[in-house]
C-alpha cells in the first residue's frame, strides 16, 4: 500500500515513526521526483518528508538523524542530519501535497508544496538515498505517490530545462588541445584522416580530398581526442557549429586545429565536413557525395567501386539478394571465397536474408490473392532453400552462434498466421535490410584494405560507449545526453 497512518503511543520524540522505500533511488534516473499527500495532520502535524540512508533509524523523524534529509510540516524548516532545523518552505497540512526531488546532475535536492518548486533545500548529497516519510502524533496520515498517478509539480518541465543545461554546459566545456605540434596544436584533421605514415589516405598525398579510407591509421589516443572535440561540436545543434572570430566558442587555425576562445570549443567546418563526406563516400552514397561536395567544396578522391557498392546496397534495400550478391562476385571475386571463417558467416547471413526475402514474398501471394500458381511456386522455393540453409548450418561447424540463432528466427516466420504482430517481425522490417547492407558493405571496404567503419561511426558509438560508462558510474549529467536526440 502507499498509504500510511501513524499508530503509535506519541509520548515523546522517540515514538516517531518513519517509513522508507525497499530500493533505493537510481542514480542513472538523473533525477528522482516524488510527492506525498497530508490525508490527515492528525493531533499535531509533525510530518517529515524527504530521503534517508539505509542505516538511519526508523524511529526518530527524517532529518534528526545523520545521513537523513527531510522538510517538516509543523514549523517548515529543513532538517539536515540534525536535530536542528532551517528556516525553508511554509508549513503544511492535510490536503497539501509535499514533492521530493533528488538531483544527480548537482547532487542537489529541492521540495515542492503544491506544484510550486520551493527552491533547492540541500546540496552535495552523496550515497545511496531513500525515499522517507515519519510522523509522530495519532491520526497523521498520508498517501505516497510514485509516478502511478500525475503529479501536482510539473516535474517533466523541470527535466527538460534540466536537459537544456547539461547541453549548454556541454557546449561551453573548453576542450584540452590533442597533443603538441610545432605550433602547439595538432589538427583535428591529422588525428582523424591520417595514416600510420603521417601522409593524408583521405586526399591521396595530401590533396585534402576525401576517400573511404579516411581515418585508416588514426592513433587511437587521436581519434578519441578528436571524437571527443566532434561529440561536443554537434551537441551545439545537430552539427551547425561554426569556426571564426565571431564564434563565442573560440576559432580555429586554417589547418582545422583547437584553438583556445571564450571558454568553449569549436572544430572547424572543414573537419565535420570531412566526416560527413567520408561517411556518405564509406556507404556508398554517390549521389549525395557529388552534392555534398559541390554545396561545401571539398575535394572527392577517385572512387571507382563507389556506385558498384550503392548498386548492391540498393539491391539489398529492394530486397534482391540474389541481384547483390551476383554483383558483388562479378567486381569482387574473391569476396564469398570460403577461405575464412568470417566470410563463410557474411555468405550464411546473406542466404538468410534471401530466405527471409522469400518469406515476404509468399506472405505477399497469398495477402494478395495472386492467380497462376505464383504463390504455390514462391512457396516451393522457399522449402526447398530452406532446407538447403538447414542441412548447411548442421554441416557447417564455423556459423557462429549469432547467425544460428538468426537462422532460428527466420524459420520462426513461419510459425505465425500474422507476422506482423509475431516476436519476429523486426525480420521483416526495413532496418533489418540495412543491417545486411551495412554488414555486406563493410566487408567490401575490408576486402579492400579499408577500415569497416566511417570515422563518424567510430566518433558516435565511442562517446555512446562514454555516456553509457557515465551514467553507469552515476554521472546523472549523462543521462541526459542522448546521441538520437542530440547529435544526429
Known amino acids: 500500500s502507499r498509504r500510511v497512518r501513524y499508530r503509535g503511543q506519541a509520548k515523546d520524540d522517540l515514538d516517531a515513526a518513519a517509513v522508507r522505500a525497499n530500493v533505493p533511488i537510481d542514480p542513472s534516473s538523473g533525477l528522482f521526483y516524488f510527492e506525498v499527500t497530508v490525508v490527515n495532520k492528525g493531533r499535531e502535524g509533525h510530518i517529515a518528508v524527504g530521503l534517508s540512508a539505509s542505516n538511519v533509524s526508523l524511529n526518530r523523524l527524517p532529518g ?16 539536515c542530519s540534525s536535530g536542528t532545523g532551517t528556516p525553508y518552505g511554509p508549513v503544511y497540512t492535510t490536503g497539501d501535497v509535499v514533492g521530493v526531488c533528488l538531483n544527480f546532475v548537482d547532487n542537489t ?35 505516497v505517490n510514485f509516478g502511478h498517478k500525475p503529479f501536482e509539480y510539473d516535474i517533466q518541465s523541470f527535466i527538460q530545462e534540466t536537459k537544456e543545461q547539461v547541453l549548454i554546459a556541454i557546449h561551453h566545456v573548453k576542450l584540452s588541445p590533442l597533443g603538441l605540434g610545432a605550433s602547439g596544436f595538432v589538427p583535428i584533421s591529422t588525428a582523424l584522416f591520417n595514416s600510420k605514415d603521417g601522409k ?35 551537441t551545439r545543434g545537430k552539427g551547425s557549429a561554426t569556426a571564426g572570430s565571431g564564434s563565442p566558442l573560440g576559432a580555429m587555425d586554417g589547418a582545422g586545429s583547437l584553438s583556445g576562445g571564450g571558454g568553449g570549443s569549436s572544430v572547424s567546418s572543414t573537419v565535420l565536413n570531412k566526416l560527413v563526406l567520408s561517411y556518405l ?51 569482387f571475386p574473391a569476396l564469398f571465397v570460403p577461405c575464412d571463417d ?17 518469406v515476404r514474398r509468399c506472405n505477399s501471394s497469398s495477402s494478395g490473392g495472386g492467380g497462376g500458381g505464383g504463390g504455390g511456386g514462391a ?11 538447414q542441412c548447411e548450418c548442421e554441416l557447417e561447424a564455423t556459423i557462429t552462434s549469432d547467425n544460428r540463432r538468426h537462422l532460428e528466427d527466420a524459420f520462426s516466420l513461419l510459425a505465425y498466421p500474422d507476422v506482423a504482430s509475431s516476436p519476429v517481425a523486426y525480420l521483416l522490417h526495413q532496418r533489418q535490410r540495412e543491417e545486411v547492407a551495412s554488414t555486406l558493405n563493410s566487408a567490401i571496404l575490408a576486402h579492400q584494405n579499408v577500415p569497416e567503419r566511417a570515422p563518424l561511426e567510430t566518433i558516435a558509438q565511442s562517446t555512446q560507449v562514454a555516456l553509457q560508462e557515465l551514467v553507469a558510474q552515476g554521472n546523472g549529467a549523462a543521462t541526459f545526453v542522448s546521441l538520437e536526440d542530440c547529435f544526429v
Not at 65 to 77: F, I, R
Not at 204 to 233: H, K, P
Not at 342 to 358: A, D, S, T, V, Y
Not at 379 to 389: I, N, S, T, Y
Open 64 to 79: 534528526w538523524e545523520k545521513g537523513s534529509y527531510a522538510y517538516h510540516a509543523d514549523d517548515g524548516n529543513s532538517f
Open 379 to 389: 512457396l516451393e522455393e522457399l522449402m526447398v532453400f530452406g532446407r538447403d540453409l
Open 109 to 143: 535536492c529541492f521540495f515542492t508544496k503544491n506544484g510550486t518548486h520551493l527552491g533547492i533545500a540541500f546540496r552535495d548529497l552523496s550515497g545511496s538515498l531513500y525515499p522517507s516519510v515519519g510522523m509522530r502524533t495519532p491520526g497523521e496520515e498520508i498517501e
Open 200 to 234: 593524408d589516405s583521405a586526399g591521396g598525398g595530401g590533396s585534402g580530398g576525401v576517400s573511404a579510407s579516411a581515418g585508416a591509421g588514426a592513433t587511437s589516443t587521436g581519434l578519441a581526442a578528436a571524437a571527443s572535440l566532434a561529440a561536443a561540436a554537434l
Open 281 to 331: 563516400v564509406h556507404h556508398g552514397y554517390s549521389e549525395s557525395v557529388a552534392l555534398f561536395a559541390r554545396d561545401t567544396g571539398e575535394t572527392v578522391a577517385p572512387d571507382d567501386v563507389i556506385n558498384v557498392r550503392k548498386a548492391i546496397r540498393d539491391a539489398v534495400l529492394a530486397g534482391d539478394v540474389d541481384a547483390a550478391m551476383r554483383t558483388s562476385e562479378e567486381h
Open 342 to 358: 568470417g566470410r563463410r558467416n557474411l555468405l550464411f547471413k546473406l542466404k538468410c536474408q534471401k530466405f527471409i526475402e522469400l
